[in-house]
């Protein structure tokens, strides 16, 4: 059974940093893009970013230039490191992999539980 873990999230000032982290554990053939989503109350879950296996990566315009997405293949675990913190970015933000369990199988998204961010004075 595959498991994504998150940690690192919690409250913090405008313009302060934060780093998140999401492990994956389990069984499986191979990981593919992994990423991070978040949601705000009352809005739709939104793409922050995302990396490739190969170290590609794509950012929302609303953080570029503030995170970064990195992954470490060795641990099966993505990273976001947040800087400069604004109140806007206070959601909860959600860990996403494709993950391929099997040769003989496509790939499938997988979730973690979830991880809050507060940015608040």
């Known amino acids: 059974q595959v498991q994504l873990v998150e940690s690192g999230g919690g409250s913090v000032q405008p313009g302060g940093s934060l780093r998140l982290s999401c492990t994956v554990s389990?069984?499986?053939?191979?990981?593919?893009?992994m990423g991070w989503y978040r949601q705000a109350p009352g809005k739709q879950r939104e793409l922050v970013a995302g990396?490739?296996?190969?170290?590609?990566?794509h950012y929302a315009d609303s953080v570029k230039g503030r995170f970064t997405i990195s992954r470490d293949n060795a641990k099966n675990t993505v990273y976001l490191q947040m800087n400069s913190l604004k109140p806007e970015d206070t959601a909860v933000y959600y860990c996403n992999t494709k993950i391929r369990r099997d040769i003989r199988v496509y790939e499938s998204d997988y979730w973690g539980q979830g991880t809050q961010v507060t940015v608040s004075s």
């Open positions: 389990g069984r499986f053939y191979s990981i593919g893009v």
């Open positions: 990396i490739s296996s190969g170290g590609t990566t």
